[in-house]
Structures are given as structure tokens and as C-alpha cells.
């Protein structure tokens, strides 16, 4: 029978997305991997690849679509012997794009249902629902398929499923699970403030334009509405002297020159971050839910503004690589997060963040934790200042004031004082961190 395509969820935070652009067309001959369409999510543009082999019997969703719901079908593909005359039960193609305030409110019971754990293959007692090379695939080892759950569209089995029987059930089991509750915990933070029609009334004969709220802004909205809502911060604060590091990144700058390496201020303040966490492991922690994850490695995240939003790529084991090495992929991840092109894996994560507004001329500011995360560092601009050296003297440095979000749940005063303590002392002896 002819089998739907859904619409994936690619991110953790998906709800909807827009299908940009279709990679083949009714009528194509497709196989497991090939790619399908091209898919906005609320952070990138991402490739959709089939699952399965078949034909492209119907397109459901025309590209440029916006708003096209996680697990509503997009297409139809056809099995071996089928033709687009079978296409007799597969939902209308206005199912895709919610146009009605009905449709809207029925979607999230859709998605739930599509996402429930994989129905049985044998859903009639007498047919299991099968792709044909699942079927060759199940032959040759010996496999019962009615024994098996699918991971396909409505619970059909595809060829992973019957290439790690027992494996493959579990991880759809997984994947359905993330897509039921990303809705749910989207929605978990309760409305605040007067509606958007009193608004509107209070803005009556003003000339105003209204914006339209994309994915990626919706998602910040209500994930860090949610951050500061239920994650208990609090805060410190620590001025932090520069001048070795600004004589020293000078002479490490020229000594890369040849090799068209250039470091920034940013990338030390990473490295002490992630050699800071390594000192005080404690600290290098994750909230959740009902317990904590201690982290091994100093997975860290730095936020990069881009139009309409942020990203917060990830640079894994910070603390194993080198100021250039780091400088290097700081400035890849950037550069991909300002086109959209970064992968999920490459913004989740992590267990500390950086935000630098620095760069934008601000003396200081507070930044809100994004959970899991247990602390974030705010990084004010570094200015020349008065300060009292140690043998009392007044002298001019340049001072940066950094601010340290931390979640009181996971890192405690004393522990959160020692890990800035320990940022400041990295920057302030560039060359420790070397060693």
C-alpha cells in the first residue's frame, strides 16, 4: 500500500518547519539515503533523506510551504506494482498546511498520535507493513516481521529495523518519545502578560508594523522565558585585568602571521573557560531533572548572534585544543551558524556558555542561562581603568568586567566563585595556559 512521508522532526525544539525546497519530483525512483527535500527548522536548513526505496507518487506539500507541522505527511511514496491510482487513502494535501483555526488545534493531537511508539506490524492480524527490501532483508536472515515493530511512517518496517532488529525498535522508541514532549515542554510555560489583541488596542491610531515571529525567534522566546522562569540564577561578578594577555595574544599573533592565523580575545576567554572547568570539575555539571550530569570534558558553547536570532555552537573538549585550533573552528562554526548550515549536534550540548558583548562596546551585563547548561559567563569590553596595583600604587590597566550567570541548583556560591576565580586567574597568566 502506498506508504506517507512525514514531515521530520529534525531538531529537539521542532514543532513545524518550512518545506524550502523539494529534491526530486513525482515520479523518481528513490532509495534509502537519497535526499528528498530541504527543510527549514527553527534554527537550519537541513537535508531530508529517505528511509526506504519506492517512487514518488504524490507530492502533498508544495516547497516554500511554511508552518508544515512535525508528522504530517508531505508525500506519498509507492511500492513496487503500485501506481498513483492506489493514492486513495492518503490524507489531503491541505492536511499539510494548517489554514484554518481548526486545523491549527487539531495538529498537536496529530502529531502526538504519529509520534506514539510504533504500532504493531501486523496491524490487521493478516498483512504486515513492510517496504519490498525490508521484506529481501527479512528473507535472507530468517526474520518473522511480524515480530518486529517498524520505525517507518505509521509503524512501517524499513530496511533498519530488520538490519538490527532488537537495536532499531528502541531508538524510534526514543526518537518518538522526544517528538511527543517537545511540544508538550514548548507549551509548559504558562502565558504572561495581556493578550495580543489588548495590545493592539493600546497601539490603536499609532503607526506600527507588525513582524512576523519565525521559528527561530518563537523558540527563544520560550525557552529562555522558561530558563528565567524556572531555573534559580544568581549571580557574580569579577573584573578581570588584561594587559598580559593583550601583550601576549600580540606576540602570539605575530608569530602566526605566516601561517594566517590570527587569534582573538575571544578565543583565550574560551580556553580559560574550558581549562577552568577542568579545575573546578565540580562545576562542570548539568541539571537533569531529577538529577545532575557531571561532565568529563569541557564541552563549551559560545553564542554567535545572527539576523532574526542566536545560535550557541558547541566546541567540544575545549580543553584539549589549541588557541589556534579553536580559533579555527570558532570561526567555521560561526560562519555556518550565520548561514544556518550547522548541524543539531552542533548547537546541543554542552554544559557552560560564553556571550561576549564586548565586541558591541557594553561595559557589563547579566545573561540568562540555557538549560542544561549550569552557568553562563557574560563578557563585557575591556577599557582602560585606574587600578590599585600591589605595591599600592594607582596605574592604568585594561579591565574587563565579566559577569557569571549560574544555576543555583547545580553550582553553589562557593563553587561558582571558585570557577570565576579560575577564569580570572587563566586570563590573567595567558601563558599557564600552555602548559
Avoid at 494535501?93 to 502526538?112: D, I, K, L, R
Avoid at 522565558?225 to 606576540?251: C, G, N, W
Avoid at 547579566?366 to 596595583?389: E, M, S, T, W
Wanted: charged residues 25%.
Amino acid at each position: 500500500m502506498p506508504t506517507e512521508i512525514l514531515m521530520p522532526a529534525l531538531s529537539p525544539t521542532m514543532e513545524e518547519g518550512t518545506l524550502a525546497k523539494w529534491l526530486v519530483k513525482e515520479g523518481d525512483t528513490v532509495s534509502s539515503g537519497d535526499l528528498l527535500a530541504e527543510i527549514e527548522t527553527d534554527k537550519a536548513t537541513m537535508e531530508f533523506e529517505a528511509v526506504d526505496e519506492g517512487t514518488i507518487g504524490k507530492i502533498l506539500v508544495a516547497e516554500g510551504t511554511e508552518g508544515v507541522k512535525v508528522n504530517v505527511p508531505i508525500a506519498v511514496m509507492l511500492e513496487d506494482g503500485e501506481s498513483a491510482d492506489d493514492i486513495t487513502d492518503a490524507p489531503a494535501p491541505s492536511a499539510a498546511a494548517p489554514a484554518t483555526e481548526t486545523t491549527a488545534a487539531a495538529a498537536p493531537a496529530e502529531t502526538a498520535a504519529a509520534a506514539a511508539p510504533a504500532a504493531p506490524a501486523a496491524s490487521d492480524g493478516s498483512r504486515v507493513f513492510a517496504s519490498p527490501l525490508a521484506r529481501r532483508i527479512a528473507a535472507d536472515k530468517g526474520l518473522d516481521l511480524s515480530q518486529l515493530k517498524g520505525s517507518g511512517p505509521r509503524g512501517r518496517i524499513v530496511k533498519a529495523d530488520v538490519e538490527n532488529a532488537t537495536a532499531a525498535p528502541k531508538a524510534a522508541a526514543l526518537v518518538a518519545a522526544a517528538a511527543a514532549t517537545a511540544p508538550a515542554s514548548a507549551a509548559a510555560a504558562p502565558a504572561t502578560g495581556p493578550s495580543a489583541d489588548v495590545i493592539a488596542k493600546m497601539y490603536e491610531g499609532r503607526e506600527t508594523e507588525e513582524i512576523k515571529l519565525d521559528g527561530m525567534r518563537k523558540t527563544i522566546a520560550a525557552r529562555l522565558t522558561e530558563a528565567k522562569q524556572s531555573v534559580p540564577h544568581f549571580y557574580l561578578r569579577k573584573d578581570i585585568e588584561l594587559d598580559a594577555l593583550m601583550k601576549f595574544r600580540a606576540q602570539l599573533n605575530k608569530t602566526l602571521e605566516p601561517r594566517g592565523i590570527k587569534l582573538s580575545v575571544n578565543d583565550f576567554i574560551i580556553k580559560a573557560c574550558a581549562l577552568a572547568l577542568q579545575q573546578v570539575p565540580d562545576a562542570n555539571a548539568v541539571w537533569a531533572g531529577d538529577k545532575m550530569l557531571k561532565m568529563k570534558a569541557s564541552d563549551v558553547a559560545v553564542a554567535v548572534a545572527i539576523e532574526g536570532g542566536l545560535f550557541t555552537p558547541v566546541l567540544q573538549d575545549a580543553e584539549m585544543k589549541s588557541l589556534s585550533a579553536l580559533s579555527a573552528e570558532m570561526k567555521d562554526l560561526a560562519a555556518r551558524a550565520r548561514d544556518r548550515k550547522l548541524a543539531p549536534h552542533e548547537y546541543q550540548g554542552g554544559s557552560f556558555a560564553i556571550s561576549n558583548l564586548g565586541m558591541f562596546g557594553i561595559d557589563n551585563f547579566d545573561a540568562i542561562i540555557n538549560p542544561p547548561h549550569a552557568a553562563i559567563l557574560a563578557v563585557g569590553a575591556g577599557v582602560k581603568k585606574p587600578v590599585v596595583g600591589e605595591d599600592g600604587e594607582i596605574k592604568v590597566a585594561i579591565v574587563m568586567s565579566t559577569t557569571l550567570s549560574v544555576d543555583h541548583r547545580v553550582i553553589d556560591g562557593a563553587l561558582g566563585a571558585n570557577l570565576l576565580n579560575a577564569i580570572k586567574a587563566n586570563l590573567e597568566n595567558p601563558m599557564a595556559m600552555l602548559a
